[in-house]
Nanobody, 120 residues
Framework: QVQLVESGGGLVQAGGSLRLSCAAS????????VGWYRQAPGKQRELVAT???????KYADSVKGRFTITRDNAKNTVYLQMNSLKPEDTAVYYC??????????????WGRGTQVTVSS
């Protein structure tokens, strides 16, 4: 099994910054893609950013230029640096990872989420 644990959420004023972390542990052989998603109250979960094993990155239009996704393969950790935060960024942020476990079976795992609240 592969476990993901998010951290770094909190309450911040508009214009502020937060850095989220997603740490993966367990029977991991390789992680191919990691994505950050968010879900605001009453809304569907949406993709925020993804990063591939090779380093390729994609961002939702709403966060381009403000958020940066990075990964530390040695630590099996992915970060989401969030700058210039807006009240509309308020949501629970989830981490998702897909890859191969130690038995070369595909896995897909979700973390439990971390709350980000941006006050105006």
């Amino acid at each position: 099994q592969v476990q993901l644990v998010e951290s770094g959420g909190g309450l911040v004023q508009a214009g502020g910054s937060l850095r989220l972390s997603c740490a993966a542990s367990g029977s991991i052989f390789s992680i191919n893609v990691v994505g950050w998603y968010r879900q605001a109250p009453g809304k569907q979960r949406e993709l925020v950013a993804t990063i591939l094993n090779g380093g390729s990155k994609k961002y939702a239009d709403s966060v381009k230029g403000r958020f940066t996704i990075t990964r530390d393969n040695a630590k099996n950790t992915v970060y989401l640096q969030m700058n210039s935060l807006k009240p509309e960024d308020t949501a629970v942020y989830y981490c998702n990872a897909e890859g191969l476990d130690k038995w070369w079976a595909d896995f897909g795992s979700w973390g439990r989420g971390t709350q980000v609240t941006v006050s105006s």
